[in-house]
Nanobody, 122 residues
């Protein structure tokens, strides 16, 4: 069975940056699309970004477009989310996930990490 483990979360002031990592183990995810989602307290889990298996295509939620960048290194079985110009509304637990197709629908993702918290203070 595959496992995804996120890291890199933490506390940052508004305008700051963080880089999240998602390390895969137990199987290769190089032929999977990878996505990042987030969930703030008392809110639904929402899509943030996805990247195709090759890394050739990416897609972002409007709320993060131009500030966040998703990338992957298949040799390292790792996906990244570079987050710049962070805002208080970006504060949430961030999850990475793997799916056989690139999609914004969280129900299509079969593998999930446990999440890493991001706190943004104003």
């Amino acid at each position: 069975q595959g496992q995804l483990v996120e890291s890199g979360g933490g506390s940052v002031q508004a305008g700051g940056s963080l880089r999240l990592s998602c390390a895969a183990s137990g199987r290769t995810f190089s032929n999977y699309a990878m996505g990042w989602f987030r969930q703030a307290p008392e809110k639904e889990r929402e899509f943030v970004a996805f990247i195709t298996w090759s890394g050739g295509s990416t897609y972002y939620a409007d709320a993060v477009k131009g500030r966040f960048a998703i990338s992957r290194d298949n040799a390292k079985n790792t996906v990244y989310l570079q987050m710049n110009s962070l805002k208080p509304e970006d504060m949430a637990v961030y999850y990475c996930a793997a799916a056989t197709i690139p999609t914004i629908n969280p129900r299509a993702y079969a593998y999930w990490g446990q999440g890493t918290p991001v706190t943004v203070s104003s």
